[in-house]
């Protein structure tokens, strides 16, 4: 199974872009740019914070939608 990165994709779908998402959390784009590669995952906090920004549920950020 390929590796499928859904923050990459909410935010694509949102018309919202990583800077975006940064500023918003008051981190380092850095930081987001290394969620949207899977080089590493946010906390679970954070992913709280992401869903609401983004107005998605939490899984929607996590589970690859089952076709």
């Given amino acids: ?3 499928v990165n859904r923050l ?5 779908e949102k ?5 975006w998402l940064a500023e ?14 899977n080089t590493s995952q946010p906390p679970l906090e954070t992913l709280i914070q992401i869903s609401q920004l983004l107005k998605v ?3 929607e950020l996590i589970c690859v939608p089952q076709k």
Avoid at 8 to 12: F, N, R, S, T
Avoid at 15 to 19: A, F, G, I, L, Y
């Fill in 57 to 59: 549920e939490v899984t």
């Fill in 15 to 19: 018309k919202k872009t990583s800077k």
């Fill in 24 to 37: 918003q959390l008051d981190v380092n784009p850095s930081t987001v740019s290394k969620w949207c590669t």
């Fill in 8 to 12: 990459k994709i909410v935010l694509v």
């Fill in 1 to 3: 199974m390929e590796d």
